[in-house]
């Protein structure tokens, strides 16, 4: 069966997308044009940055519509990575809390995509 192991997110400017994304992931995208970059992740996923303006046929639906998670060893390590990213003045729509699943915050990159940081309980 077909495992999906690529992501990609529709943004306005893939060029500052990519800079905003290499400073939360700590590493350079592998592959940057006008139109696209590509970030390959320790994980194994392949996470794309694609011009909405260019890409075919074009995408009907904006950023928000679903969350990129990032799951940590540690509530100690949500609230590292939640003071850094207040740091990198990275928009935030939720503050640390502890949700069902486990404690967790949410932020939003510059085209209104979910970034989720959590640790499961």
């Not at 011009?51 to 940590?72: D, Q």
């Not at 809390?97 to 939003?108: E, I, P, Q």
Request: charged letters at 15%; aromatic letters at 12%; one cysteine or more.
């Amino acid at each position: 069966m077909a495992q999906p192991n690529f992501i990609i997110l529709f943004v306005d400017n893939p060029q500052n997308s990519a800079s905003f994304y290499s400073t939360l992931l700590g590493k350079e995208a592998v592959e940057a044009s006008s139109t696209f970059a590509m970030f390959a992740l320790d994980s194994g996923l392949m996470l794309g940055l694609w011009s909405k303006h260019t890409a075919e046929p074009l995408p009907t639906a904006a950023g928000g519509g679903c969350e990129l998670a990032i799951s940590v060893e540690s509530e100690a390590l949500v609230d590292e990575h939640y003071a850094q990213w207040i740091q990198w003045q990275v928009e935030m729509l939720q503050t640390p809390a502890h949700l069902d699943f486990g404690y967790t915050f949410l932020a939003r990159d510059p085209d209104g995509h979910r970034l989720r940081v959590f640790c499961l309980s």
